[in-house]
């Protein structure tokens, strides 16, 4: 064999060997900045990524009622449709003075909290996506996303955050 046919060999060897380890790379950098799905959150006061993301499918043949036990909270209106188990579970270890539960989705959703201290509901926190913010106590707590149509589910991301 000649040089020069060993040495285009080795060329395209590394070529290949190069974009095959640049795809691997990117493949696991897209990974870790998708968030999970219907995920089961733990946070201490300092958490860190702020905000922890998690992702889910709103929507449910429930009416929001049957799932919050009332139509109104002091954060909102129970309206929308709701599967019967919560989204997320989000355990705090710790008391917040302030935390900020946020949804976006390309649709429109509701949602439902519950937790030491009682239930809440919203609605058009941020146009129309729910939201609740406040004060936090240690405990578990559990979230529902839902959606205004019986039976329609749409994507959204929660956001938990402590930034104002």
């Not at 139509?71 to 188990?85: E, M, V």
């Not at 705090?92 to 030491?116: A, C, H, W």
Request: glycine letters at 10%; proline letters at 7%; aromatic letters at 10%.
């Amino acid at each position: 064999m000649s040089k020069i046919v060993i040495n285009q060999g080795i060329r395209l060897f590394l070529i290949i060997f190069v974009l095959g380890t640049t795809s691997v790379i990117q493949a696991i950098a897209n990974a870790q900045e998708t968030p999970p799905i219907f995920g089961d959150i733990t946070i201490n006061r300092e958490f860190s990524p702020d905000p922890v993301k998690v992702r889910g499918m709103s929507g449910g043949s429930l009416p929001a009622r049957q799932i919050a036990g009332r139509s109104q909270t002091a954060t909102g209106a129970c309206t929308g449709f709701f599967h019967l188990t919560p989204g997320h579970t989000l355990e705090l270890k710790n008391r917040f003075e302030y935390l900020k539960l946020l949804i976006q989705s390309p649709q429109d959703t509701t949602m439902i909290v519950k937790g030491p201290g009682g239930t809440w509901c919203n609605d058009d926190f941020d146009r129309e996506n729910p939201g609740i913010v406040g004060e936090w106590l240690p405990g578990i707590y559990q979230i529902w996303v839902g959606s205004y149509q019986k039976d329609k589910y749409f994507p959204y991301t929660l956001h938990i955050t402590q930034v104002k």
